[in-house]
């Protein structure tokens, strides 16, 4: 099938379920993705509470079954408030929102139960938009023995890698990317001329931030880091937090909410600092250190940086931008997306419009040097 540009709205809800992210991008067959509008639509404040409860384990198998098709109406609406301004795309590309996520090596009488579950139901959204629905693209990298993440990557390559659209001149010498994402997980992809691609989650993003923004301010998230500018970091409290076992994990790796859920929350607050404004400036400090640390444990060892190009909600936060700067190598240079033309905030949308374009061409999207599956393959489900 020869290919061609295709519109696509593409869908996703992250792990701060702080909104879904929808987008509407044209598709080029050079794999460029241009987003022509983004929207963040948010959650009915009953189905946000009820996710957070299907996150922390809450729910029963009823309610699971319910949520899984309340959130598909919800990700139906945010596409039918871009279909009503635009008209309807080729198709739509689903990621989903993930309620829980095993990426381990478990077995049951010999069968691995390692598995990845996203919700917002296919059917749903196809009968509520009239569009076809690509879905659920982790599934396939894990029946492959991969993580199911970080799926991103594939899009870092394409766009920063070698003739991609934000990489460097090819007159000039080449130039090493780290693609950092901070959202409620952090994730990097390193991007070289010199080796394949590479990527891992590097720990917690702004989910323990967010967590206790709530707790103690009654706020959904940290604006702009302006609560964590007002405290102190607590030195010995963030040495304690870096000696986490994930941190000194080898990649391939990813994490989540399950991870780093409210209980490992509550369980580090324990031996937190007693002005709740040093709390957050210290998780702050924990982000930006443990991303820093991840490079030089598993990043520098192999490949120089030249860039980080740092995306997602924690690309706002000023102060966490401030502590990443004084963490990482002076000689490295801290841009963000925005730099590229990009809203922060829609990348991982842009990321899902291409996904959902090569499964739409079967042009096989994961990377195994990314995920630890075993082959290159198709990723997604197509709902008609």
Not at 12 to 34: N, Q, R
Not at 181 to 202: A, R
Not at 323 to 348: A, C, M, Q, V, W
Request: glycine share 8%; aromatic share 12%.
């Amino acid at each position: 099938m020869e290919k061609e540009p295709k519109t696509v709205i593409a869908l996703m809800s992250g792990t701060s379920c702080d909104s879904i992210d929808a987008g509407i991008c044209e598709v080029a067959p050079d794999m460029s993705v241009k987003l022509l509008k983004g929207i963040n639509h948010p959650y009915p404040e009953h189905i946000r509470a009820k996710l957070f409860q299907a996150f922390r384990g809450e729910i029963n198998i009823k309610e699971l079954c319910q949520l899984n098709f309340a959130v598909g109406k919800c990700f139906a609406d945010a596409a039918n408030i871009l279909i009503g301004e635009f008209g309807k795309p080729d198709f739509i590309s689903s990621h989903g929102q993930t309620v829980y996520h095993y990426p381990y090596d478990e077995k049951l009488d010999n069968i691995s139960l390692k598995s990845t579950l996203q919700i917002g139901e296919s059917s749903v959204i196809a009968k509520e938009t009239g569009c076809t629905v690509i879905s659920n693209f982790r599934e396939k990298d894990i029946a492959y023995g991969g993580q199911g993440a970080p799926l991103v990557c594939f899009a870092d390559e394409k766009w920063w890698g070698k003739g991609g659209i934000w990489a460097h001149d090819e007159s000039q010498n080449s130039q090493n990317f780290a693609i950092q994402n901070i959202g409620g997980i952090s994730n990097v992809t390193v991007v070289s001329d010199e080796c394949d691609t590479f990527g891992f989650d590097t720990g917690c993003g702004n989910i323990l931030i967010d967590y206790c923004t709530q707790k103690f301010f009654n706020q959904k998230y940290d604006k702009d880091g302006e609560i964590a500018a007002s405290g102190q970091v607590c030195e010995s409290w963030l040495d304690c937090l870096l000696q986490d076992e994930y941190y000194f994990i080898e990649p391939p790796k990813t994490t989540g909410r399950e991870y780093f859920s409210n209980k490992y929350a509550e369980n580090i607050l324990k031996t937190a600092p007693s002005d709740p404004k040093d709390i957050i400036a210290t998780l702050t400090a924990l982000t930006a250190k443990t991303i820093a640390q991840a490079y030089e444990r598993f990043i520098y060892p192999s490949i120089h940086i030249d860039t980080v190009v740092v995306g997602g909600g924690g690309a706002y936060n000023k102060t966490m931008m401030k502590f990443l700067r004084s963490y990482l190598p002076k000689r490295i240079e801290l841009k963000t997306h925005e730099d590229y033309g990009i809203s922060n905030n829609f990348k991982e949308v842009m990321a899902f419009a291409l996904l959902g374009y090569c499964t739409y061409y079967n042009i096989p999207n994961n990377l195994p040097c990314c995920t630890g599956a075993e082959k290159r393959t198709v990723l997604g489900k197509i709902t008609y």
